[in-house]
T-cell receptor, first 115, second 118 residues
Framework: DVKVTQSSRYLVKRTGEKVFLECVQDMDHENMFWYRQDPGLGLRLIYFSYDVKMKEKGDIPEGYSVSREKKERFSLILESASTNQTSMYLC??????????????FGPGTRLTVL | AQTVTQSQPEMSVQEAETVTLSCTYDTSESDYYLFWYKQPPSRQMILVIRQEAYKQQNATENRFSVNFQKAAKSFSLKISDSQLGDAAMYFCAYRRDRNSGGYQKVTFGIGTKLQVIP
């Protein structure tokens, strides 16, 4: 089974702080994603990465950056947290090969509150 | 751009009854995939069922089945013999086929919250 873990389930930060959210997967998937989930808005793609050190902007990249130094790890960085970044953050992975190539596997989510 | 619409923010069903969740989508592509994902309270999102657009036959997975109407761009999920464990947020999602070229972004609907009444 694919296992996708996220560093924290709940996180409380103050406005202006630098925030790191980490995601680790153990299935050797090439692709990793960061989504933001808000009520009434569904899941929105922030950034994704299709290889080590490669990244692409999603639909809402403003205020975020990412880092992928190793294949299994994908970090989301909030350079200067703001209250409108209070949300649930979901990490996901998938692979370009195999029979389940288009299924996304999700982490448990990090609920971030910015005060 | 592709869009996915779930018009039912909340639904409820009696245990052991059948419920249908609606989803419509908009695309100009001919080859794509449609998904229903389930997100139980405080638990990870998981895939429920997948449909390939080129297949006319509706996908089924045990108590879960879909009604895929390609011309109408409709993709509803039917849950039969509903169980308490089916209570969750359900997301409809679209992804174009990898042979379409480029990165195949997943577009999600806003979700339908399903309550199962004992």
């Amino acid at each position: 089974d694919v296992k996708v873990t996220q560093s924290s389930r709940y996180l409380v930060k103050r406005t202006g702080e630098k925030v790191f959210l980490e995601c680790v997967q153990d299935m050797d998937h090439e692709n990793m994603f960061w989504y933001r989930q808000d009520p009434g808005l569904g899941l929105r793609l922030i950034y994704f990465s299709y290889d080590v050190k490669m990244k692409e902007k999603g639909d809402i990249p403003e205020g975020y950056s990412v880092s992928r130094e190793k294949k299994e790890r994908f970090s989301l960085i909030l350079e200067s947290a703001s209250t409108n970044q209070t949300s649930m953050y979901l990490c996901a992975t998938d692979t370009r090969t195999g029979t389940n190539y288009n299924e996304q596997f999700f982490g448990p989510g990090t609920r971030l509150t910015v005060l | 751009a592709q869009t996915v619409t779930q018009s039912q923010p909340e639904m409820s069903v009696q245990e052991a009854e059948t419920v249908t969740l609606s989803c419509t989508y908009d695309t100009s592509e001919s080859d794509y995939y449609l998904f229903w994902y389930k997100q139980p309270p405080s638990r990870q999102m998981i895939l429920v069922i997948r449909q390939e657009a080129y297949k006319q036959q509706n996908a089924t997975e045990n108590r879960f089945s879909v009604n895929f109407q390609k011309a109408a761009k409709s993709f509803s999920l039917k849950i039969s013999d509903s169980q308490l464990g089916d209570a969750a947020m359900y997301f409809c999602a679209y992804r174009r086929d990898r042979n379409s070229g480029g990165y195949q972004k997943v577009t999600f609907g806003i979700g339908t919250k399903l309550q199962v009444i004992p």
